[in-house]
Nanobody, 129 residues
Framework: VQLQASGGGLVQPGGYLRLSCAPSGGTFSSSDVGWFRQALGKERDFVAAIRRRERGSTTSYADSLKGRFSIHRDNAKNTVYLQMNSLKPEDAAVYYC?????????????????????WGQGTLVTVSS
C-alpha cells in the first residue's frame, strides 16, 4: 500500500485548505488513518485521526487544533480528508498522512506515530501573506 497525500499549497492567514490522502493498492475502510505535521526544525506532531469504518469512524484531534481542523473519510472515494480552517502561520508544515492496517487501535493510541504501518510522502502547507 502506498499513500498519496495532496492538497497542500500557499494560503494567507485566515484561509483554508483541504488535504486529501488516498491509498494505492488498498482500501481505507479497513484502516485507521491519521495526519501528522512537521514544521522546519521541529518534531513530527499529531494532528488528527479517524478510526476505521467498522469502529465507527470516530475521530480525535490535537487539543490545540480542535475547532479549526476536521478529519473525515469518504468511503465512496476511498479518501480521507483533513479540512483546515482559519489557518495561522504556525500551521505551516509538511503534512503527512498515515494508515494502520493492523489490529484496530483505540483513539488515544492513534496520536502516536508508532501506531501506523504506512506513511505518505507529505504535502507542504505554507501560511503567509
Amino acid at each position: 500500500v502506498q499513500l498519496q497525500a495532496s492538497g497542500g499549497g500557499l494560503v494567507q492567514p485566515g484561509g483554508y485548505l483541504r488535504l486529501s490522502c488516498a491509498p494505492s493498492g488498498g482500501t481505507f475502510s479497513s484502516s485507521d488513518v491519521g495526519w501528522f505535521r512537521q514544521a522546519l526544525g521541529k518534531e513530527r506532531d499529531f494532528v488528527a485521526a479517524i478510526r476505521r469504518r467498522e469502529r465507527g469512524s470516530t475521530t480525535s484531534y490535537a487539543d490545540s487544533l480542535k475547532g479549526r481542523f476536521s478529519i473525515h473519510r469518504d468511503n465512496a472515494k476511498n479518501t480521507v480528508y483533513l479540512q483546515m480552517n482559519s489557518l495561522k502561520p504556525e500551521d505551516a508544515a509538511v503534512y503527512y498522512c498515515a494508515a494502520n492496517y493492523g489490529p484496530s487501535a483505540i483513539l488515544s493510541q492513534l496520536g502516536v506515530a508508532a501506531a501506523y504501518d504506512y506513511w505518505g510522502q507529505g504535502t507542504l502547507v505554507t501560511v503567509s501573506s
